[in-house]
């Protein structure tokens, strides 16, 4: 994997470079000058998207099973940076990502539909 295409392959999951330094913990100024090309593409980092381009598979899977029953896609309301470190020890991906599987299930199924999560503040 190449700078560039690390760079790509994040935007697919709608990930930012700061987004992805919070998820895992790992250092963003790093994460930056990787992917500006300042250093190669680390076996960790490339791992570490291929896990979560794994997990994106995951979530599109569920989402298009729900669009075949004929329901809707319900993904969260806010565009947070996520929370917790290290995603698999329950981090919270950011809204972004259940934005950017959202528009993928589009892309497919014109006549999907994708509603909020009701917040508490909504009630």
Request: aromatic residues 6%; without cysteine.
């Amino acid at each position: 994997m190449n700078n560039a295409e690390m760079r790509s392959r994040l935007t697919l999951l709608g990930l930012s470079l700061k987004q992805l330094s919070t998820i895992t913990g790992w250092d963003y100024r790093e994460l930056r000058r990787t992917a500006n090309g300042v250093r190669p593409v680390s076996p960790r980092t490339q791992e570490m998207i291929e896990r979560l381009e794994a997990l994106a598979d995951e979530h599109l899977a569920t989402m298009q099973a729900t669009t075949d029953e004929g329901n809707s896609v319900v993904i969260p309301h806010f565009s947070d940076e996520g929370q917790a470190p290290y995603f698999e020890a329950g981090g919270v991906m950011p809204g972004s990502y259940w934005h950017a599987l959202a528009g993928a299930i589009l892309a497919t199924n014109e006549a999907a539909t994708i509603i909020y999560v009701a917040d508490d503040a909504d009630e």
